[in-house]
């Protein structure tokens, strides 16, 4: 039986695991080699990004104020 | 709203080639309505509802098939071409079917509830789609004819409603009110939202993106043709990258 | 050791249970959700397979994701930056898709089945196609050959492998990447031809049928050949790269002429339908010359006997029928669900036996894992609603089922667990009588509601399959999971009118007993009634629905289409006497 968890509570787990998936991406980024490491900070720029837009998708009702923020 | 959407209704539907896209369009809410109906038929245990439903399901898959004729009818005698009308849903949504209804999470109660109220503000706007046709009579008797239909069905679910939740029935439908309000809020959050994201990714990439655009084009010259030779996976343990 | 797979997010998402090396469950999300080509992350299809093992998500050794969506995500990146400045509509898009949600995919299987991070692991797209076809095959040693759309990079990979007591090995060792691809170049003509990108292939395969190649000089100056034998698209005929909005650009309409509006149909009878059939025939003729070439290229290279074919693309059936025959390789296997939802099999055997190191294991040469069919629900339902229902034993039910489908009836047909993958393989099909044209025409019209150029396939014991189809050395064996497509013999074609397609081919099941007992006697039966032991197998589903998967759904389904009696397990239903009971609780409501 998987016990089922509310929306935030999911977008919480993965806001929490996207620092180590954005390493990830750099160290592959990095051990790329040439222009791919040229990547890195764009991809990093972008991650930070991603985490308003998994917070926007996590709490719908208040996605016009998230993206406020900026 | 109503007295605000009446003319922008005639507008909408005055012109052939959006009407024929319109018709189209509803073909495919009313199939896809026919199958969450199927499915609260698969799920309910409540005998009679289970055969109102599987009823209630071919209409709506009669009505896409009406909807799909007649679009199709109007859409030819436009000589076709590419489906590219502009379509200003924004300004007039439409039919929304079952409106995203989840029929998994619903009991029979707030399930009829729910669908009272959607096939009443579908007969309500077949009603108005019927007026704004203008000369056009094929297309107001598919309306007139979905409409009787669409009222059959908004008596069945009310009296059903009645006969399942006898006691809970008021709060029942003031509950599908509300949750109808709130999807409707949801979408325009959503929407807002969304418009909102696209600003900031553009603004992004027209300002972030140059030197590194420049560099992805450079090393893409130098790409082989090809096949590519692939390094030995030994080393791999599932990594996400 | 229990090893979960899970593909998602694309199409077809699905779960598939790995425990000691041998699958125990398989399901696509949409067989339980029922939504058609469901993509959401499958969690009721692990939530099944769990249960099938009797097992908590604590108890997993291993989560294994079909993919890598960094990887995956470097690959989107670089292509906007590649496209700049014309990807600035598609890059918002593209950011918020990824970033908004599939970037994340760790997290979210942690969120959604409670595991620690630390046991979740990740294979390549291809990777996991590879193993689906590779793996699950009845071989020792193979090539293999995997094509699709596209995964993280690659698009199609090559390479071979070994599996017995000293381990397994998968070795892969070239492929083309994005955005040179063959699953690319046929999508973009589904989506030219009206047709949704992931779910019209096979209508473009129907279509092809009908029409001549008259525009495959045309194809072929859209995927050029490269000096080593591979390929590469010219990306001034396609868009699929910047833009989120068409996959074609205006050099294409230049080359085939405006798209099909695809709330129209396709009337052959007129010069644009003709068009679209010869733009059907034209890439589907080159999708097969250019895969013909790799596969030799790579029985040349490699000088094995089997080749196993994986990916989007090895559903053509047409195409996998000419590698088997021009290749070179004797044998090809091609999985149940060679596409993305197979990943989900092919993820969780890649991780046992390459990641883990465990030893080798024979599968079961068929794809039912996924829920069983309870017969006393459906004879309770249909009891209550006032249908004749019978509860036979197994040899009358076969004896009067094949007279039933004699007498031209239309017959739902459920057993045992439901197939994994896009086919109905006989325990969720429909079953029908193949001899004549009439009945094609009433299942398009009363219960498949779908487009008359597509076509219906056989079903016939193995051991008979060479006397009515033109089987190839090996085609016996492709046509298990329904693969291949065969020319119907001439001299049946006419008592086979039903399903042989204009172009006298069909798509042949062929089945021996250990797969599917009742099928296989039920075959027998109608062969003893009609001299042909042939009959017409399709999904059992209406359009635009996924095919069904417990008793509640077939009853629903045949209720609401023109099949005449449904069988599940030993209880069967017929519809007489229903209908009035229905209409006058329908009324009585409504009054």
Redesign the interface.
Known sequence: ???K?GRL???L??????F??TG??TR??WRGGGE?RL?VP??IF??L??LL??L??GVEALAPFIYSIF | MGVLRNPIQYWVWRDPSRR??RL?RFAEVE??GG?DL??A???TRD??L???Y??H??DE?RHADIFRGR??DL??SLG????RAWQPDWLAPGERGLDDVRVEREGDGALLAFLHLSEREAARSFAAYSDAVGADCDTRNVFQHILRDET?HM??TR??LARVAPRRQGWLLWRARLGRFWKSYLRFAVALG?VF??IV??LQ??IL??P??W???RA?RREP??????A??TA?????? | MKILGLSAHYHDSAAALLVDGLPVAAVQEERLS?RKNDSAFP?QA??YC??VAGI??EQLDAI??YE????K??RI??T???A??H??RS???A??N????K??????I?????VP?SRI????HH?SHAAAAFLTAPTDRAAILTVDGVGEWATL?A?QGERGPGGTRI???????FPHSLGMLYSTFTAFLGFEVNEGEYKVMGLAAYGRPTMAAGVRRLIPR???????LDLDYFEFQRSARRSWSDRFVDLFG??R?????IDLATP?GQRFADCAASVQAVLEEILVDLARDLHKRTGLADLCLGGGVALNGVANARILAESGFERLFVPSSPGDSGCALGAALY?DR??FGNPDRRLDDHGFLGPEVDETALAR?AA??GLIVDRIDDQNLVEESARDLESGLILGWMEGRCEFGPRALGHRSLLAAPHDVAMRDRLNRDIKYREEFRPFAPVVPIEDADLYFEMPPGGARLARFMSGVFPVRQEWRERLAAVTHVDGSARVQTVDRAFAPRLHDLLRAYGRRTGVPVLLNTSFNL???PIVC?A??G???F??SGADALVVGNVRVRKRAATA???S??EE??A
């Open positions: 039986m998987i016990r968890r509570r999911r977008q787990v993965v806001l929490g695991s996207a180590g998936a990830d991406l592959g980024l791919k990547l764009l991809a972008l991650c990004t991603g837009l998994v926007a998708a | 024929a896209y189209l199939a896809d199958r199927a499915r038929a698969e799920l005998a009679r289970r055969r109102l599987l009823r399901a071919k898959q679009g199709t859409l030819r076709g071409g590419a489906d059959f008596n069945y009296r059903e969304n994201g696209t990714l553009t990439y027209f993106l140059p590194f655009a560099a992805a084009k893409e043709k090809g096949w590519v030779t692939v030995s996976a791999d343990r599932g990594g996400q990258y | 029922r969690i692990a939530e769990l249960d908590e998500p294994v994701f890598r969506p960094m990887l995500f470097e990146l670089v906007a930056l590649r700049f400045p990807s600035w890059f918002p898009h950011m918020k990824m970033l908004g949600e970037a994340w995919m760790r997290g979210i942690m969120s959604r089945l409670g991070g692991m990740f294979t390549e990777q990979t390479g070795a892969i060792d070239r492929e083309l990447r490269t000096a080593d034998g591979a390929f590469r405006p798209p509006n695809r709330f129209e149909p644009d991780a390459i990641f339902i209550e609603d359009a635009g629905e417990s509640e759904e009853y629903s389904t209720r609401r009971t229905t209409r609780e329908y409501a409504m």
